[in-house]
């Protein structure tokens, strides 16, 4: 979530590992096998990604990756296990886990398992409320003697972002008083139409039940418990609910307790508070539902299994630019550092156990200064000298191999899409068998034509590669050629050095990970079958080893022997021919040729982006239900297109130079959750995603494509144009300038979103997580252990480096500290940005008075305290 205070944006990233379940429980008592199990991971109640489905288990094993940015508030990362029923309409849930958003640094990196959890409809709550409280004082009579009771006044002012259920919310309040003689008195609000984020403004008023209508002759004193000997202000309960339409019951969307009496009510009288909205604890639950006690709750939750979750989750406060100036010139000194070993770049890789987190900021820190290819050639060569055996370069997981893993990414996911996707799609659409593991077929006589099918597939995939050289990337080309030029520098004897150097990345490391694991890399968002995966498992292998023709013939050997399956060896004889070395030569001679490649335009459109969505255009009917349709839309370099279905003729085609803004809509315009509209010079078009994740990576790959175009908007309007007017500005005429500045985009290139701060930081939080490694090199320096442990060339120089990167830390986090202690200051308990109820504020509180009393450097070393 990029969240602005100030000058600072919040940053949050999530990265979840759904590896496996065991233990599920079966469908019946003592049936075993029968299950079909899928994961849906979600933000609260909202879902975000799901897995595939695994058929037949108890134990499925799942392994899928999911990442993203954050790009809201959120209390639970959850996972709901669920158990596919082929017969009913609604799959059935087993479980979940759910973990609070304050405690997923805990878990940090690391695979843990988790006790899977009962669902219950009456927990699963979400949003917050904004409530108003007073007491005031009844006087009755007009004489020197008033009758006086307490009064207490309700005011529900509005809910944000409350649960929606099966895809609607139709919220509406009870607001309840329990009396300390047991009684209680319920009133209840209008229903909200359409909307999780209702405003009711309505006020609610209750006295004291006991002296309705009666006189009391005391004086009196603004104290609640006074008002009445017997009966007194007991509790408060605030229930949202939907209003299901055909159902007969309301469903339960969360609650707020307040406690009326006692010695905090004296000292509160009155409270104007948000609140986060709460689950039913067991004791408060209709007793008609079948409720657990805890104990038996834990019980019952032993008996659902568990499932196994590595989840990175980080959480960076970025500042504006010229607080990373120090940072900044530190790191880009490295690309003319002497010896390399003495560089930032290199202590950072020293000082940081996962060279992946350590490679992905600093590439795009270094691409974004035009300074990637001379730093990876720099450590690609420091590294190069140290091996002895041609064979092993590069194939361990060093810093430098994990940069150039990241460059590629970066740089040629579109290519990667253009050479991979049509192939790729043809397999997912023809679902044709491939199996050629004698122990996995039933029949034995169908491996013959499996192979067929492989050896069809695989030399469409190969042959798009081959001749997919003259789009390669200029920079990975760049990338290519200095590889090849230090790797034949150190073994010029070597023939093969030049292309073995170079097949390791875009073979090994680039197309046949895309190929095992299309969703990582965007090839596709479609559920994959294992039927499917296991052939782009056995694609992939194959790819691996047209990649190794290359190597030395005595290498070969070694990889033939490396297949513990025949039917792979098998495989392996039936690519490998003359004209194959040939064209894999071929190709990785262009892609690492010494002058760079010309920029060329392509002869067809790359898909960038595909899925179903819901669309209204900008029409001067009053809107209905009808406007709303369900669409395939496609957007591709030259333009964005839906049709009714995937494949079917466009109905509509916008050519990207005619989308003039792409911003988010505001709810109030449809009553709608995420929606976004595209601007064109005609018309506007609406269109809602499935969820708050798709409407961002939607809008933000559009921004990125159209912001060059030279008739792009500078102004616009946040909401809709509905009955003769716009609902943000009031104005009538349709064609009135935008009221609202459009919003603006970090990058302005299509392949890679760079922001070099949020790098800078993320380095900064990367360092200060693994402090103690620092203070270790520190206290090293100087020392022979130093130097056989790092591999330090010029120990003085190492040191000074370190020193600097020492220094430059500690600045950081003392503007990270003042930043916390302004938060804390500023941020009121109970405001909207920290609701009553929300952890995180405590955490907050509690951080900032450790800050307070340790004292941050009193002997140039750095106290570790959590910064996620």
Known sequence: MAAMKGKVRVVERLKIKIGEAKNLPGRNHGSVNQRD??????????????????EKTLSPFFS????????????????????RDRHLKQDKVIGKVAVKREELHSYHSKDNWFPILPVDADSEVQGKAHIDVKFEAVIKGNSNLEHHNSRLIVRLIECNELTLKNGACDPFATVTVKYSNGKQESKKAKVKKKTSSPHFDETFTFELPSVRGQNHDREWQYRVSDACADVDWSELIISLWHDSAGMSDKIFLGEVRIPLGGVQQ????ATNAWYFLQPRSLLHRPTSKQTQSPASARSHSNSLGSLRLNIQYTADHVFSSHV?????ELLLQSVNAEPVTSSAAYILGAIIPSKEDTAQPLVKLFLHHAQLAPIINNLARWEISKVTDPNTIFRGNTLVSKMMDEAMKLVGLHYLHNTLRPTLDLVFQEHKPCEIDPSRVEDPSQIQSNLLNLKDYVEKI???????????PTLMCQLFHNLKEVATTYFPENKEVRYSVISGFIFLRFFAPAILGPKLFDLTSEQIDSQTKRTLTLISKTIQSLGNLVSSPSLQKEYKKDYKEEYMACVFDSVYTESRVLAVRQFLEIISATSNPTQRNLDTPVVL??????????GRKRFGRKNFKQRYF??????????????KEPLCCIPLDQILAVEKLQEDSFKKNYMFQIVQPERALYIQANNCVEEKEWIDILTKICQTNANRLSSYHP????????????????????????STSVDATLQMNLDPDRELQRIHSLVISNLDRLEGLVAACGGTNLISNFMVEDVHSFCTTLKQLQDTIFNLEQEHRTYLRSVARETKYGSKQAPIGDDNYLLLAARVGRLDNNHFRQTHTLPMWPVQ
């Open 634 to 647: 496609r957007l591709t370099t030259q333009d964005l297109t839906y049709s009714k279905n995937k494949g």
């Open 37 to 54: 199990v899928y994961c849906a991971l979600s933000l609260d109640q909202e879902e975000i990604f799901r897995t595939e489905t695994i």
């Open 324 to 328: 990373y100036n120090s940072l900044r």
């Open 462 to 472: 190969f042959t798009a590669i081959t001749n997919s050289a003259i789009r390669c």
């Open 719 to 742: 909401s809709a144009y509905i009955n003769g007017h716009w609902l943000c500005c009031r104005a009538q005429i349709e064609c009135a300038p935008g009221c609202s500045e459009v």
């Open 266 to 269: 004296q000292n509160h009288a």
């Open 609 to 618: 982006k595909e899925g179903v969505m819901i669309k209204r255009a900008q």
């Open 64 to 83: 899928e990756d999911f990442q993203f940015e954050v790009p809201r508030r959120f209390r639970y990362l959850s996972v709901y296990i669920y158990d």
